[in-house]
């Protein structure tokens, strides 16, 4: 039980345009997911925290309007990286949390490369 | 500011020896703490958690960690490790869903 998933595992977009990354609970309701960045060999950076039917808390050098989160329904969540640059290439990981229980679980995770 | 850290960066082991990771967090009140894996091409993975109650908190694959909160810490530690827990460790605290900087383990058969 306790499945994350993620699509797409990974996308290649050209500059100046937008990506859409899905984030999907499949075998529970998740009312918070929270999306991450990870570099190369560094540990996860918290971008948000997404709350059903609420807007997105966005952590501190995050930009809102270039990172849209939606949370539609208590088993999606989707970031989209509007006019993305070469610089948002990264991998991006969003995690669900059980209700009620603080331990999130991971999806596999989507490797942006913005050429 | 809150926060959660991990010291060790990398540690490199031989099969069988044992392993403690360093993780020191800086959370006042109720504090909820969690130890990640994650290994090579694989997705984050829960190893242990402790909420309260007993401080030493046994989790999968051998593993456990103490919460010890005169010192403010929570190491993870495995007796006799194996090649295959060559991977990333990640300490995280629940109150701002940080995580640290992660402590790569190689061991070596």
């Known amino acids: 039980g306790a499945v994350v998933s993620q699509h797409p595992s990974w996308v290649i977009c050209k500059s100046g345009t937008s990506v859409k990354i899905e984030c999907r609970s499949l075998d529970f309701q998740a009312t918070t997911m929270f999306w991450y960045r990870q570099f190369p060999k560094q540990s996860l950076m918290l971008m948000a925290t997404s709350n059903e039917g609420s807007k997105a808390t966005y952590e501190q050098g995050v930009e809102k309007d270039k990172f849209l989160i939606n949370h539609a329904s208590l088993t999606l969540s989707t970031l989209t990286v509007t006019s993305a640059h070469p610089e948002d290439s990264s991998f991006y990981i969003c995690?669900?949390?059980?209700?009620?229980?603080?331990?999130?679980?991971f999806g596999p995770g989507t490797r942006l490369t913005v050429t | 500011a809150q926060s959660v850290s991990q010291h060790n960066h990398h540690v490199i082991l031989s099969e069988a020896a044992s392993l403690e990771l360093g993780c020191n967090y800086s959370y006042g009140g109720t504090v909820n703490l969690f130890w990640y894996v994650q290994y090579p091409g694989q997705h984050l993975q829960l190893l242990l958690k402790y909420f309260s109650g007993d401080p030493l908190v046994k989790g999968i694959k051998g593993f456990e960690a103490e919460f010890i909160k005169s010192k403010f810490s929570f190491n993870l530690r495995k007796p006799s490790v194996q090649w295959s827990d060559t991977a990333e460790y990640f300490c995280a605290g629940s109150n701002d869903m940080r995580f640290g900087a992660g402590t790569r383990l190689t061991v070596k058969p």
């Open positions: 995690s669900a949390e059980g209700d009620g229980t603080y331990e999130q679980y």
